[in-house]
C-alpha cells in the first residue's frame, strides 16, 4: 500500500460485497480506501484507523453499494415527462412523442441531460446506457457533470445511410472520452425501424470496429406476433439472420421473447445482454415482462434499467429494483422468484455486464472503479433491519442515497449536488417547453407500425 494519502477514505459503513461465487455478502464496520480513482482496499474500520486521505466520509449508519447502473434510457427525454399519458403505444409514438421529437433542438437535448443527470445522481445512479439524438451533446453533458455513460447515436433506416454513418462516427470519435467515463454503442432503433440490410451493415461495422450493439428488439409481444406474420420469424430471428447476435448485443425490454428465441439466444457467438425497465410495461398495459427467469437459465444477464421519462415518469433505479422482484414474482406465480438477492445481482454486476463494463464497474472490489454509494439506512422506513438485502430493495428508496461517487470523485454530498445547477436547468427549460410541445406542425420522425 503507499503511504501517500489516500484520495478518500470511507469508514464505519456496511459494504456490499460479492464472493467468488458471486453471492452477495455484506460486511459489518467496514472502510473503503479509495486512490486514482480504483477502490484500493476494502478493509475494516479499525485497520483504517490513522490511515491519512485527502478526503474523509463518515458513513456510519450506511451502507456502501456499487453505483446503479441505467442500462436503456433516453436521458433527455426527461424533457417529456408526463406528456403523453394513459396512451396505447402505438399513439404514444405517433400522436405524441415522434412529433414532438421533430422540435427537438441540440439546446433542448442538453437541458434534458442535464436535468436527466442531476436525477439520476440523486437516486444513485452513476453510470447510463443512453441511446438518442444529438448524443455530442450528452457526451459533453457527461464529461462535466462527472457520470459514466454508455452512448450511442440512434438512428432509423428512414434517415437514409447517414443515420448509420452519423451513429458510427459519433462511436469512434468519443470511445474512452471523458478520461475513460465514455463508452459507445452502435444505436440502430429497432427491427421496426430499421431494414434488414442496415442491421446487417451495422452487425459488420461493430465486428469490424470491435463496437457494441445498443437497439430495442422485441419490445411486446404485438411486435413478436406482427414480425410473425409479416416475416415468418420473431425479431429476435431477424436479429440472428442480420449477424447482429455474433456482436456485443444489448437488447431493450425483451417482453416479446418467446420460447422459440431461448435457443436462438443460447447458442448466440457475441456476449449477449437484456435491459429491463418494468415500469413502463405496466404503464402500457402490456401482457407480458422481461423473461428475466429463461434468460438467466440460459446465461443471459439480466440489467435493470427505466427507459426514458416520457414513457416511465422517473429515471429511478431503484424503484426498478424493486419492480423487478414484484413483477418477476407475479410473472411467474413464484414469491421465490426474485429474491432481494437476486434483485441486487441484477442491479449490479448483471447490469455493469449488460452495459460491456463487467471487468470495471459492479462491485467494490479492489482494482474496480470507484462507482459507488453510501445509503442511509436510519429513518423509520428502513428499520429495524431483519434481512438487509430486503430493506435495501424493498424499504429503501432513491432518497435515501446520501453520497455519489463515481471514478472517485464525489457527485453528491449529502444529498447535495456538486456537478450540476439543477433550478438553472429547470428555469431554462421551462421557456423552452411551448416551442418544444408544439404538435401543430403535423410531422413525425417515424411512424410507429410494428
Known amino acids: 500500500m503507499s503511504h501517500s494519502p489516500a484520495d478518500l477514505l470511507i469508514t464505519g459503513c456496511t459494504v456490499l460485497v460479492h464472493d467468488d461465487q458471486e453471492r452477495i455478502g455484506f460486511e459489518q464496520d467496514a472502510a473503503i480506501v479509495v486512490r486514482d480513482g ?5 478493509t475494516s474500520a479499525a485497520d483504517a484507523v490513522g490511515l491519512a486521505a485527502v478526503e474523509h466520509i463518515d458513513a456510519r449508519g450506511q451502507v456502501a453499494l456499487p453505483g446503479l447502473i441505467n442500462c ?19 399513439e404514444w409514438f405517433n400522436d405524441v412523442v415522434w412529433p414532438v421529437e421533430s422540435n427537438l433542438t441540440e439546446k433542448d437535448v442538453e437541458l434534458g441531460a442535464r436535468l436527466a443527470c442531476a436525477e439520476m445522481i440523486r437516486a444513485g445512479v452513476t453510470c447510463f446506457a443512453d441511446h438518442y439524438f444529438s448524443m455530442d451533446t450528452v457526451a459533453a453533458v457527461v464529461t462535466e457533470c462527472g457520470m459514466r455513460g454508455h452512448l450511442g447515436e440512434a438512428y432509423f433506416s428512414s434517415q437514409g445511410p447517414q443515420g448509420r454513418e452519423k451513429s458510427l462516427e459519433f ?25 434488414d440490410a442496415d442491421l446487417a451493415a451495422t452487425a459488420e461495422l461493430a465486428l469490424e470496429h470491435g463496437l457494441p450493439v445498443h437497439l430495442h428488439a422485441a419490445e411486446n409481444r404485438d411486435q413478436t406476433d406482427t414480425s410473425l406474420a409479416r416475416h415468418g420469424i420473431t425479431p429476435i430471428e431477424v436479429l440472428d439472420r442480420a449477424g447482429l447476435l455474433a456482436t456485443d448485443l444489448l437488447i431493450a425490454h425483451g417482453t416479446g421473447i418467446i420460447d ?13 445482454a437484456v435491459a429491463t425497465a418494468p ?16 434468460l438467466r437459465a440460459i446465461g443471459i444477464p439480466v440489467g435493470l434499467a427505466t427507459d426514458g421519462a416520457a414513457s416511465n415518469n422517473s429515471l429511478d433505479v431503484w424503484e426498478s429494483m424493486a419492480l423487478t422482484s414484484l ?14 438477492r437476486q434483485a441486487l445481482h441484477h442491479a449490479t454486476l448483471q447490469s455493469a455486464r449488460a452495459v460491456g463494463l463487467g471487468d470495471s464497474i459492479g462491485c ?5 472503479r470507484a462507482d459507488l454509494i453510501l445509503v442511509d439506512l436510519t429513518g423509520p422506513h428502513t428499520q429495524p433491519v431483519h434481512d438487509l438485502a430486503a430493506t435495501l430493495v424493498h424499504s429503501a428508496r432513491s432518497a435515501d442515497v446520501r453520497t455519489t461517487i463515481v471514478d472517485g470523485r464525489v457527485l453528491m454530498r449529502d444529498r447535495e449536488l456538486l456537478t450540476l445547477d439543477v433550478p438553472a436547468v429547470v428555469r431554462e427549460l421551462g421557456e423552452r417547453l411551448p416551442g418544444l410541445v408544439d404538435r401543430s406542425h403535423g410531422r413525425r420522425i417515424q411512424e410507429y407500425d410494428t
Open 260 to 272: 422459440r428465441d431461448l435457443p436462438v439466444l443460447e447458442r448466440a457467438s457475441g456476449r449477449i
Open 38 to 42: 480504483r477502490v484500493e482496499s476494502v
Open 279 to 294: 415500469r413502463g410495461y405496466l404503464k402500457f398495459g402490456w401482457p407480458d415482462t422481461t423473461p428475466v427467469r429463461a
Open 364 to 368: 467494490i472490489a479492489v482494482g474496480r
Open 327 to 340: 413483477v418477476q414474482k407475479s410473472a411467474e406465480g413464484d414469491p421465490r422468484w426474485l429474491t432481494s
Open 72 to 90: 436503456h434510457t433516453h436521458a433527455p427525454m426527461v424533457a417529456l415527462r408526463g406528456l403523453a399519458e394513459d396512451l396505447p403505444t402505438e
Open 171 to 195: 462511436a469512434l470519435r468519443h470511445r474512452g472520452s471523458a478520461g475513460g467515463r465514455i463508452t459507445t454503442a452502435l444505436a440502430p432503433h429497432a427491427p421496426y425501424t430499421v431494414t
